[in-house]
């Protein structure tokens, strides 16, 4: 089940987190999740060279909050946040004049994001390299950049062949059936002179320990030392007492 199921979907919300997250009644659902993809599909066309991994939506009364992961912060917010105040009056007015707030988070390591990953060989097959190579340099920056495992897999006419064929690279582990361990995916399509070629990759990144979520980074205390006392016979000092009571109590019952 693991090989054939979306690993985001099978994983949440275990290890992953959804990319909406609000509540809406019968009513209203579907207008919501009508809006969320509107918005989403704005900000991927306007944002196409910002390298953008996920955009999660939050909605509350009536405000909206759009987080947007990239790997280019600086093509999103724009010269002094020219492009974030006309992001911001396009969302409004796609979510119905609501209150609207932009958070930008930055990838640090977007050679491990599956999404980027996928998105960046598509547009070498695009400019007409080698799949072989564009996928071998891919695996090969993951595996240097942390990674525990990747795959990636390339279908279509590729090298433009007459007969469409399905090739991939994997290094490391990919453990699909492990609901634990993060798994993240990705999928695009690159569009070349033959035709459609389909992207899809997985990374397999290191499980977060509880230690290692501690606030300010600080690392957890030892647990104190139980102080100990001389070697050595114990309780001498009380036996000698115990020892002598009933001598003092002898003449008494005499």
């Known amino acids: 089940m693991g090989q054939k199921v979306n690993p985001i979907g099978f994983r949440l919300p275990i290890s992953r987190d959804w990319s909406s997250r609000w509540y809406a009644s019968r009513k209203d659902f579907a207008d919501y999740l009508f809006a969320d993809g509107k918005i989403r599909e704005f900000l991927k066309k306007k944002l196409r060279q910002a390298a953008v991994a996920r955009i999660v939506i939050e909605r509350a009364w009536n405000s909206l909050r759009v987080t947007i992961h990239t790997a280019r912060p600086g093509v999103v917010i724009g010269r002094k ?13 796609l979510a119905g004049g609501k209150q609207v707030k932009i958070d930008i988070v930055e990838i640090k390591t977007p050679d491990t994001d599956a999404q980027l990953v996928a998105e960046n060989v598509a547009s070498q097959l695009e400019r007409r390299i080698s799949f072989r190579r ?3 340099r891919a695996v090969q920056l993951a595996m240097e950049q942390g990674a525990l495992g990747i795959k ?4 279509g006419r590729l090298g433009g062949a007459e007969i469409a064929r399905t090739e991939w690279y994997r290094e490391g582990k990919i453990p699909l059936h492990t609901l634990r361990q993060p798994i993240d995916y990705g999928f695009t399509e690159a569009n070349t002179v033959a035709g459609k070629i389909g992207i899809k990759c997985w990374v397999c990144k290191k499980q977060e320990r509880p230690e290692d979520q501690q606030q300010d ?15 050595g016979r114990r309780n001498n000092a009380d036996a000698a007492p115990a020892a002598s009571a009933p001598a003092q109590n002898a003449p008494a019952n005499a």
Do not use: L, N
């Open 152 to 155: 990636i897999r390339c279908s």
């Open 81 to 93: 946040g020219s492009e974030i105040e006309k992001m911001t009056e396009e969302i409004s007015r």
């Open 217 to 231: 980074g600080q690392a957890e205390q030892p647990a104190p030392r139980r102080e100990r006392g001389p070697r």
């Open 134 to 136: 564009a996928m071998k």
